[in-house]
């Protein structure tokens, strides 16, 4: 008859507990594919395993194993948001054109994006950035506005201050002269807005 000392250790194996690659995706909580993924990259196996035989390892040597690797992504990831915040620097300080974007990796680039994104949004609810078209309209809307009232000033003034026929008509020229050249000047700065932008 065994005795209470006795029944505690008699079901355990001597050494480190080795799990299979099922036990250690339930160890850990993760799918088998991961376990396959951390194999390839190098996760500390025990007992390889041949001929049917599963490959076993020791759940404390792969957690310190998963612990480094966490360290490195950690690192990696801290190094790759630096790099990103030192191109939104370049982005703002070249007006939006930044040379480095093509030498980052295509996942530093989606990084990149993913964070430019969120910039944006965050720019946009504080007020700091508005869509191009919103913006067109409401110059639109403002320009048509002023245009109009213009217009209307030889009519207000020939009433309001009793100038001549003359005098309004020679008014309703040089507003439309006024119109004429305020059109041409905002074509004008639209169009090197334009090249300056594709350059």
């Avoid at 000392?5 to 339930?26: F, I, R, Y």
């Avoid at 910039?119 to 078209?133: I, S, Y």
């Avoid at 009519?155 to 005098?167: G, I, K, Y």
């Amino acid at each position: 008859m065994l005795s209470e000392q006795d029944t505690t250790t008699a079901d355990l194996p001597e050494g480190p507990v080795l799990l299979n690659k099922g036990q250690l995706a339930m160890a850990f909580r993760v799918s088998l594919p991961t376990i396959d993924r951390w194999k390839h990259a190098g996760m500390p196996i025990e007992e390889p395993g041949s001929n049917g035989k599963p490959y076993r390892c020791d759940p404390d040597k792969v957690l310190a194993w998963r612990r480094e690797e966490e360290g490195r992504e950690q690192a990696q990831r801290a190094a790759e948001a630096e790099r990103i915040a030192e191109l939104h620097g370049q982005l703002d300080l070249q007006g939006g054109s930044v040379d480095g974007l093509d030498s980052l990796t295509p996942k530093q680039r989606q990084a990149y994006y993913e964070a430019e994104a969120v910039r944006m949004k965050v720019d946009r609810e504080r007020g700091l950035l508005c869509e191009t078209e919103a913006v067109k309209a409401q110059f639109v809307e403002v320009f048509s506005f002023l245009s109009g009232r213009l217009q209307d000033l030889p009519d207000f003034l020939e009433r309001r201050c009793n100038l001549s026929p003359e005098a309004v008509e020679e008014l309703a020229a040089a507003v439309t002269e006024w119109q004429r050249r305020l059109a041409d000047d905002l074509r004008t700065e639209a169009l090197d807005d334009g090249r300056n932008t594709a350059a």
